[in-house]
């Protein structure tokens, strides 16, 4: 048994046989470069301050840098045009599956998650996260938004290598489902209710204000005490679309009727994201700081007004559904410009851990699938060897057999190739039926080339069966008991009394009240 930043890792190599998979690595299409670095320094070891911004059901067309006809994403946009832009950036279909894995850097199913609720949402205790690494590499950490990987205590951000801890629970702002996945009681997008290092907080305005203003909070009083890395996970701009009213009516009629919400939280986002720039640089700190900027899944509303020409949405594994924004920058030290190589949620943690020169011990990085990034931000010519990437909505009912499932709603990526298992077909027993597409040719999925090429689809159907044999045995949280609460209620309930709720009128102690930092 091995200890790492807080984390059990027992048993998991002889339980899950991934390390018999023979995974080959993928390259696909052309890279191009701008502009070289400004410095010819090597990035390895080089330890930045690292911000990494994940917001949540952001699809790649919910950006004007992409085409989006109704949003303007002015500061989004100039982080893709700053630094490098990955064009084919996969992740997985849904919240809790993509976060589990760049957390960890391989396949949400090897660390039990197969959902995000029912504690299929939970990350395996066995297995090192991306803050546990960059903590004992030196780094204050800390988290701001959503976590969405378990809300037992065990489970919880401060367990997981995080030192400064600001979420909400469950998978939403005032969600709550049957098991430990859910928030405060009556928690509301305005105000919210905030876990802040094991205390709630009443807060004051928007969330994603709230979240962002927190960041630059914590940010700024590490000024001069070494490098940090903040993970910053806003809610928005998930479900229900509240955005606040002068973002939100800047689309009433102009977008389907619903939606207005949903894209005035990306143009809110957007604003924060500009504001947190500023900071930066007011703090003399953003030519020190590594910024990266990605959604979690497809889009969730947007794509009832663009999908960049893409097939699907979250929830489901056509390329609308994994195919995410990934911009990478660095002032002065990182290339500007496209790479259209193949590249995953996975190669995040190895890539961090690579600038941070951390020392990560060989059982923890055995669990890796993913690979640095790190040649590719130094040079976009580099050699980027192939791979496959396998995708698996998940989602079965609770309680089944998940071989029943094992060929609804997944997907097999190799090269320019794209075969994925129709959900309407693949029913539970059922032999997969696989539609092989050239993103190359067809980006839209609408050609199905199986036919023609039973040399590729023989390929990636045995790769795909090698892998579930792989991962069977990984699926730890199918058979977990659901508690009677889930325990942000329990802790809310223990800190202001059974008779509490989170409504905005609710009386918290001043003591236990927030507001922004001096400045923001």
């Not at 080959?24 to 410095?39: M, Y």
């Not at 959900?423 to 040719?441: C, H, I, R, V, Y």
């Not at 918290?508 to 001096?518: D, F, K, M």
């Amino acid at each position: 048994m091995t200890t790492y930043g807080g984390s059990t890792l027992q048993g998991t190599l002889s339980r899950c046989t991934w390390l018999k998979l023979a995974v080959l690595l993928v390259g696909f299409g052309e890279v191009g470069a701008r502009n070289a670095p400004a410095a010819n320094l090597p990035l390895r070891g080089s330890r930045p301050n690292i911000l990494l911004i994940i917001t949540d059901d952001q699809g790649y067309g919910d950006l004007s840098l992409h085409g989006n006809p109704v949003i303007r994403t002015p500061n989004m946009d100039r982080l893709g045009l700053e630094g490098m832009r990955f064009d084919d950036f996969q992740v997985s279909p849904t919240c809790s599956p993509t976060r589990s894995a760049l957390m960890t850097g391989a396949h949400e199913f090897r660390n039990g998650v197969t959902h995000t609720i029912l504690e299929r949402e939970r990350l395996s205790l066995r297995a090192a996260t991306l803050a546990q690494v960059l903590k004992a590499a030196g780094y204050a950490t800390g988290i701001f938004g959503k976590w969405h990987l378990g809300d037992e205590a065990p489970y919880q951000p401060e367990r997981r290598g995080f030192d400064e801890v600001f979420i909400h629970g469950g998978g939403g702002i005032g969600q709550t489902f049957p098991g430990s996945c859910g928030d405060v009681p009556g928690n509301t997008y305005f105000d919210p209710v905030i876990r802040h290092n094991g205390r709630f907080v009443r807060t004051r305005g928007f969330c994603t204000d709230v979240f962002f203003a927190e960041a630059a909070r914590w940010i700024a009083s590490r000024v001069g005490k070494g490098p940090w890395f903040a993970y910053l996970a806003p809610n928005a701009p998930h479900a229900p679309y509240v955005a606040p009213e002068e973002y939100r009516r800047r689309f009433v009629g102009r977008v389907p009727a619903g939606t207005e919400g949903f894209f005035g939280m990306i143009e809110n986002l957007d604003d924060n994201l500009g504001r947190l720039r500023k900071y930066l640089q007011r703090l003399a700190v953003d030519r020190d700081t590594l910024i990266i900027f990605m959604t979690d899944n497809g889009s969730a509303a947007g794509t009832k007004v663009f999908d960049a020409g893409m097939r699907g949405a979250k929830g489901t594994p056509w390329n609308g559904g994994t195919r995410v924004p990934l911009f990478i920058v660095w002032p002065g030290r990182i290339s500007t410009g496209v790479c259209r190589r193949l590249v995953a949620h996975l190669d995040l943690l190895p890539t961090l851990a690579e600038l941070a020169g951390a020392d990560v011990p060989a059982e923890v990085r055995s669990r890796w699938e993913g690979r640095s990034l790190v040649p590719l931000l130094e040079n976009p010519e580099a050699d980027w060897p192939e791979r496959f990437l396998f995708t698996h909505v998940g989602r079965w009912p609770r309680g089944a057999d998940p071989d029943q499932y094992k060929y609804a709603n997944c997907a097999v990526r190799w090269k320019r190739y794209h075969m994925v298992s129709v959900p309407g077909q693949s029913k539970p027993g059922a032999t997969p039926n696989w539609e092989l597409f050239d993103l190359e040719k067809d980006p839209g999925e609408q050609t199905n080339l199986a036919a023609q090429h039973p040399d590729v689809v023989q390929k990636l159907a045995q790769a795909y069966d090698a892998w579930w044999d792989s991962i069977r045995g990984c699926l730890e949280n199918e058979q977990a008991q659901l508690p009677q609460q889930n325990p942000f209620k329990v802790w809310f309930w223990e800190q202001f009394g059974p008779s509490a709720t989170a409504a905005p009128d609710y009386p918290l102690p001043e003591t236990v009240r927030w507001a922004p930092p001096e400045g923001w």
